[in-house]
């Protein structure tokens, strides 16, 4: 029997053989009733292994069932690919996208064609317009064909197919459209106050919120409610073109003139030859001095094709157009001296030296021809103005008397010849005369507004009436220049024009009606109207009382401003009222 703890095995702590033994830390939360399995690190084995007895046996697959497994999951995808092919219907559409708008007109034009895959089931097929059989569709052997005219009222329309399929239900594809039939709609003014040559230009509108805007090409933004502005610096040449779209494809213009200020002009044509002529140049003078006139109107270039004086136009030197009949840089300082206006007047399109040169340098298409091929022989030779060469002279002239300091460019011959126009070829030309000719103007004011210059246009007496005759539209003209000049002279109107019996001996009557059917035909667009009145002899003697009648005439209209023409440079203005205080 033990006598002692140190005899009882364990009681001390200590091994047999006198080792003291390791005391376990899990002794105690045994008997509290936590499973030391789970809670020393010394069992993770135990509990691996526990773990794998409380979750199952463990499954391993044989390599020949993997493959078993593969193959089957091969099988099912091919078989339901098989079937996912034998049913699908494929439809591809042009003409038409789903969800798309159309204008009335485009809706009723529609041409659109459906192909369907696979084409096995097409004659069990079905195509439907709102739900009604689509009979102006014509079935082929690979689809349908819409390709007839078929009037589709305003608001969403659903075409729909339906293609039977086997064991699945019938595939069907819908798509929608709308039509449209109202184009939008802007609200802002016509015509603008007149304002000076660089004044800045404001303009506020309003256009439908489902369209986007462009002023002059350029994007508006406008806001949730349509609202727009837009500005300018100073005026724009042409004005402002205001253009909406929608989505269904309806375009609209709205043209807002914005016309400018110009001072008054009375003044009197004057050769290149008449200037270089003393008596001629000093009855010039006598009139500016009397203050019968404030401007005076020379040739830069004229009929002929001759330049007044020693241009540095490249091309001008070239074909020997450049004369020296004056000097034109000191012509203009000797009349702004004299606080007189400088228009300069260049014949644009008359030219028989550029003509005749062009022609004999094998450059052809620069001059107007008959159907077979030869020069036409108008005035000796017209050229043409869809030719970029011809029009690049014209506009360098210009640019050369603008930088003369002339105060205006006036436009004479911008034409075409006079005649049967199926006689004439304008090679190059796309559209119509009337359409090249406002093109020119077009260009020819964008360089001369840039630098504050007026730019004018004389055009037929008989162009507001018939513009097709030499192809002068008076209100697309009107639109590209700041003043139109009608060469109204009464002796080259025929008895019964405008009602006018005998034109030569009645020059007040012709010069009011005609100068009212330019009035009327360029409405809305703000030109200037200033009237070239006749000072010559053609039939009848013409003095005074002739040309007092006419000026009369204009000034009964609220047209103030004139110009007097005389080939020899002599005129009569002894009943003309002075300009006054508006001398310049």
Known sequence: MATSLRDIPGATGREPGGRR??????????????????????????????????????????????????????????????LWRATRVDVRVTGLRSGQALTSEAAERLNLDMIVHPTGRLSASRLTLDGQPLDAAERTSTGYRWHRDIAMAPGRHRLELTVPRPVLPASVHRWTFDVDATP????????????????????????????????????VKVD??????V????????????????AAGHRVTHRVAVPIRRPRVRGVHVSAAGWSTRDIRAGVLRLIAEGKINAVEIDVKDESGEVGYRSKVPMARQIGSAKNYYDLRKVVRELHARKIRVVARIVAFRDPILATWAWAHGDRSWVVQTPDGQPQGAYGGFTNFAADNVIAYNLALAKEAVD????????????RPEGDLTQMVFPGMHGTPEEAVADFLTRSQSMLRAQGVYQGASVFGIAADRPAAVGQNVPLISRHVDYLAPMVYPS??????????????????????????????????????????????LGIAYGD???????????????????LWSPRVRYHTRQVLGVGKERF
């Open 21 to 82: 033994r390791r005391r376990d830390p899990w002794r105690g939360l045994e008997r509290r009733g936590v499973a030391p399995v789970l809670l020393d690190p010394r069992h993770r084995t135990a509990r691996r292994s526990r773990g794998r007895r409380l979750g199952g046996p463990r499954w391993r697959l044989s390599t020949f069932d993997t493959f078993l497994l593969i193959t089957g999951g091969l099988v099912v995808l091919f078989l339901g690919n098989s």
């Open 545 to 563: 009382a002739q040309v007092r009648s006419q000026i009369r005439a204009a000034q009964d209209l609220n047209i103030q401003d004139w110009m």
């Open 184 to 219: 939008p709609v802007i609200r802002a003014r016509r015509e603008l106050p007149r304002r000076g040559m660089h004044d800045p230009v404001h303009l506020t509108g309003q256009v439908d919120t489902d369209a986007t805007l462009t002023a002059n090409d350029a994007p």
């Open 224 to 229: 949730s409610d349509g609202r727009f502005e």
């Open 404 to 415: 003369a300091g002339v105060d205006e460019v006036l436009w004479d011959y911008i034409r």
């Open 492 to 537: 080259l109107w025929v008895p019964g024009e405008y009602r006018v019996a005998d034109p030569a001996r009645m020059p007040y009557d012709i010069v009011s009606r005609s100068l009212q059917d330019f009035q009327l035909k360029s409405a809305g667009t703000g030109v200037h109207i200033t009237p070239w009145l006749q000072d010559f002899s």
């Open 231 to 246: 500005s300018y610096p100073s005026p724009p040449a042409g004005g402002i073109d205001l253009v909406a779209t929608d």
